[in-house]
């Protein structure tokens, strides 16, 4: 089954390379990216029920990661998050948990983690 995800992120060139690994290594098929917090929470609303995984960095183009999380607080039982940053320090992980992100990881140190965390969540998503 593949899990259908909306990326958060304003590096277009890690985009880019991320997309198509996440489709290979962890069946993940990315149906919107944003770069922007307000993007993010378009795209949220867009695909409401369509989403089971939102890929969010903290540091985005005019703003943070952490407003888009507030746009989450209603998401179904089945629709996870996970930050992907190169902030992932102590204090931010805490702050994300305490917000209901499912998983952080460091973008530079933990890119397989996220990967193998992704296939494990695909039990998880329900088909859409």
């Not at 995984?53 to 209603?74: E, P």
């Not at 992907?84 to 209901?100: E, I, K």
């Amino acid at each position: 089954m593949t899990i259908t995800a909306i990326l958060v992120d304003d590096d277009k060139q890690l985009a880019e390379s991320l997309i198509p690994m996440m489709e290979e290594l962890a069946g993940v098929q990315v149906i919107a990216v944003a770069e922007t917090p307000a993007e993010a929470v378009g795209l949220i609303a867009r695909y409401e029920q369509k989403w089971q995984l939102l890929i969010l960095d903290v540091v985005l183009r005019n703003g943070s990661g952490m407003h888009v999380l507030q746009a989450c607080q209603n998401r179904l039982p089945h629709q996870r998050i996970v930050v992907l940053t190169n902030m992932a320090t102590a204090g931010v992980r805490r702050r994300c948990l305490d917000l209901g992100v499912d998983a952080v990881f460091d973008k530079l140190t933990e890119l397989n983690a996220f990967f193998d965390h992704c296939k494990a969540s695909e039990a998880l998503a329900r088909p859409i």
